[in-house]
């Protein structure tokens, strides 16, 4: 088989102190659904998933269906799929077919979900996501109470899997008031079901941050996408655990991602030559360059031009000149033997050196979900210790 011109490697045993870490903070007996959206954040989700799961995670959230069938065919039989974000009306059988819970967020939905369920043959799962203040999906306060009356009549044919809303920034604390008034419109809801004797198998609302930073958030189940990534949601989440600890410093989340490729050209220029197109960069004194075989249409973003670093014998060559289609340059002047197939590393650490996401995301302006939901899904994942 021929070789890409980079790999992603994702270190099982990162993940699985992410997700000791997030049980502690939760607790034991709330489930945690690993939300693996976006090729889990980039991580590649047929290999991620048989992380998960090898990690005791039994339960994966999707955006969409074309995302739940990538987890159907990764996941082993026990494995749960849920369905967040679009599934399109001529899917609905598939979904009810493969057991694959998915989210409801207006009433007109429903009897489509009955017809469907009925024509199936089995229970088809729904979770009933409810519009607190976010204004992206959600069934408002007026729908709900005929959908509680809706699913009471029909649970032959429809489980009340979950009832659930989206915070809309959790991780800033400057978003405090719109959390707290999100989470009593939630209670609202929650009250409701109550009086209707109508209430779901499992409550959920909390994200990475409302996980590890407000324990009343914690109902049945967490959605936990950033963190088992092994990223703080923010340095807000992150501050206040060190508070909690009482540690200057923690390293209690472990990055899982690891981003390489071998050097594939090594040349000496002469000073006053430009290296790479343009002018960008021009040498004042003799260098020694290696050339990179990627660059942005494989995910490495350009605003690095001149401003990055990789790592090359566990030392930081810096960009020079502009980073194009397929390739980049770096300086090894100041590192003496490197060769043609020498690895390099993008992305993690080499020797006693680390380049973080953040050292693109500082410079480029793009968030750390961003930058990894952008990697192609051509990039070799491979799961190691």
Known sequence: MVRHSSRIELSQSSLVKNINFIRKKIGPDVRISSVVKANAYGHGIAQFVKMAEKAGVDHFATASAFEAE???????E????????????????????????????????????LETARKVGKQARVHIEVETGANRT?????????????????????????????????????????????????????????????????????????????????????RIGVAQYGFWPSPDIYYTHLQETGKPSDGALKRIFN????????????????????????????????????????GYPRALSNR????????KAPIVGLINMNLFMVDVSHIPGVEVGDEVVLVGRQNNNTINISSFTNVTQLINNEMLSRLPAAIPRKIVK
């Open 70 to 76: 990538e987890v159907l065919a990764a996941k082993s």
């Open 78 to 113: 026990k494995g749960g799929i849920m369905i967040m974000g679009i599934l399109y009306d001529q899917d609905i059988e598939w979904a009810i077919e493969n057991d694959i819970e998915f989210f409801v967020f207006n009433y007109a939905r429903l009897p489509l979900v």
């Open 138 to 222: 959600g069934m408002n306060a007026k729908e709900f109470p005929k959908t509680l009356s809706f699913l009471k009549k029909n649970t032959q044919h429809i489980e009340f899997t979950g009832l659930c809303t989206h915070f809309g920034g959790a991780e800033s604390f400057s978003n405090q008031f719109k959390i707290t008034s999100q989470h009593k419109r939630y209670k609202d809801f929650l009250k409701e079901c109550k009086q209707k004797g109508t209430m779901p198998e499992y409550r959920h609302i909390a994200c990475s941050a409302a996980a590890l930073a407000m324990p009343d958030t914690v109902y049945d189940m967490v």
């Open 259 to 298: 981003w390489k490729t071998d050097v594939m050209d090594v040349r000496d220029v002469d000073p006053g030559e430009f290296i790479g197109y343009g002018t960008s960069y021009q040498a004042t004194q003799k260098m020694k360059i290696a050339v990179m075989p990627l660059g942005y249409s494989n």
């Open 308 to 315: 990055g670093h990789v790592l090359i014998h566990g030392k």
